[in-house]
């Protein structure tokens, strides 16, 4: 395309992009929150118990008062059996993953992780693998904990492993790496076979390496019959020789309700024994009439899976909705790129590298916000200024429709503009 041309689509594009803004739409896409249709699909959770009238935990306890420190024995059941393990090796916590993540962190900088030669609060320094783009709050505890943040690339079967095992075997002080395999945040991509074992079989120079491995959305696929499936890590570390390398969290935050589900661990039994060692001093118990209210609703991994096709009938068409759309406007442009994941929460999206803040920024001022552009980088720093996530989840068709489109004008006129200052330059 010639400079005039260029000129000649940009004021076109423009002029789209203004009658766009001039509707004074407020509309957002920056959080992964499920909508109110999904939430609405658990709202008879609140009547079970009260209608049973039954309180009481299956060995004859009641949920109403203290006990059960480490999760009701069926809640165990029930996330054991949805993440592969026996019931010893599930501690069930509050309501939060996130939580027991910071937690489970703090005390190891405290006190140490089973095998270390003193707390990590006591080396030097201490360092964690950030595969990259990821989760922003992962890289907010890291921040929050002084713990150095090391980008890794992403790949589409996970992170390079190759620089991963790189980096964790000549460095003691790298302590851990943040994990989410399964429809990564924000990618939507799940670990390879391959990646799963290599993760298993890596040599880091810490004898005290912690895998902190986030499922977050292991059961959150949108298509029923085209699903990705990741290898069980604790039973690849098991067979690999280091069966306490990685710590499991997961939560129901958006199975049934985030901010009021339930979260849980799962770890080998030597890891299990430490944390729980390290939280007795911390509470008497979680909320225990949460869980089993949770176990009464769901019943089995197989409720849970069943309650999951609803949660997918909801967001597919949002999810679809996007693709049609990005590959409508963008579609062989050449200008942007896009992940099309087969579940999760998000969709990330790529401009061409020095684009993205300009896109935030034409989004905003159309009254569309998204995540923070960077947010998805350790310190909030985007090496390319090229990533943006994705979060359809949250609003209505139609107010999707509405954002995609102003987020797709927004890409071409900045990639428009950043060409024409190119060629001036
Ligand atoms: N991990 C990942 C990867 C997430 O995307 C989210 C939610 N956005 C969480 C954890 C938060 O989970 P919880 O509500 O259990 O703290």
């Given at each position: 395309m010639g400079l005039r041309e260029a000129a000649a689509e940009l004021s076109s594009l423009r002029a789209a992009y203004r009658e766009a803004a001039a509707k004074g739409l407020s509309l957002d896409m920056s959080r992964g929150k499920p909508c109110s249709e999904q939430l609405a699909l658990s709202m008879e959770m609140?009547?079970?118990?009260?209608?049973?009238?039954?309180?009481?935990?299956?060995?004859?306890?009641?949920?109403?008062?203290?006990?059960?420190?480490?999760?009701?024995?069926?809640?165990?059941?029930?996330?054991?059996?949805?993440?592969?393990?026996?019931?010893?090796?599930?501690?069930?916590?509050?309501?939060?993953?996130?939580?027991?993540?910071y937690d489970v962190i703090a005390k190891y900088l405290l006190k140490g992780a089973l095998g270390s030669e003193r707390p990590w609060g006591k080396e030097k320094k201490v360092k964690f693998l950030c595969p990259a783009p990821g989760y922003d709050r992962h890289f907010g505890i890291c921040e929050a904990l002084d713990i150095e943040m090391i980008p890794v690339a992403m790949t589409p079967q996970g992170p390079d492993m190759d620089r991963l095992e790189a980096l964790a075997a000549a460095d003691p002080l790298i302590k851990g790496v943040w994990c989410v395999p399964q429809y990564q945040n924000p990618e939507g991509t799940s670990f390879s076979d391959e990646t799963v074992r290599r993760f298993a079989a890596m040599k880091p120079a810490a004898k005290d390496f912690t895998i902190f491995w986030d499922n977050a959305y292991m059961v959150h696929d949108l298509y029923p019959d085209r699903r990705d499936r990741v290898l069980d890590i604790l039973r690849c570390c098991e067979e690999a020789g280091c069966p306490d390398r990685p710590i499991v969290f997961a939560s129901t935050s958006k199975i049934s309700f985030p901010g009021a589900g339930v979260a849980v661990i799962a770890a080998s039994r030597a890891n299990m024994a430490r944390i729980k060692a390290l939280t007795v001093p911390q509470t008497i118990g979680f909320d225990k009439i949460n869980q089993?209210?949770?176990?009464?609703?769901?019943?089995?991994?197989?409720?849970?899976?069943?309650?999951?096709?609803?949660?997918?009938?909801?967001?597919?068409?949002?999810?679809?909705?996007?693709?049609?759309?990005?590959?409508?406007?963008?579609?062989?442009?050449?200008?942007?790129?896009?992940?099309?994941?087969?579940?999760?929460?998000?969709?990330?999206?790529?401009?061409?590298?020095?684009?993205?803040?300009?896109?935030?920024?034409?989004?905003?001022?159309?009254?569309?916000?998204?995540?923070?552009?960077?947010?998805?980088?350790?310190?909030?720093?985007?090496p390319d200024d090229a990533n943006i996530r994705i979060a359809p989840t949250y609003p209505p068709l139609e107010e999707l429709a509405s954002a995609i489109s102003i987020l797709c004008l927004a890409t071409r006129i900045a990639s428009l503009e950043k060409r024409l200052e190119q060629k001036a330059a």
């Open positions: 609140y009547d079970v118990l009260r209608e049973e009238g039954d309180y009481f935990s299956e060995d004859g306890s009641d949920c109403r008062n203290y006990g059960f420190f480490d999760g009701l024995p069926e809640a165990k059941r029930l996330f054991g059996e949805l993440l592969g393990v026996g019931e010893d090796q599930i501690f069930i916590g509050g309501n939060s993953s996130l939580n027991l993540m089993l209210r949770h176990v009464r609703f769901f019943g089995s991994a197989q409720g849970i899976a069943e309650h999951m096709k609803k949660h997918a009938d909801i967001l597919r068409p949002k999810f679809e909705l996007v693709e049609q759309m990005l590959q409508q406007e963008l579609g062989g442009l050449g200008i942007a790129c896009w992940t099309k994941p087969l579940g999760g929460y998000f969709i990330s999206f790529y401009t061409e590298p020095g684009c993205a803040k300009r896109v935030e920024q034409l989004c905003q001022e159309a009254g569309v916000k998204l995540t923070p552009v960077g947010a998805t980088y350790p310190y909030g720093k985007d």
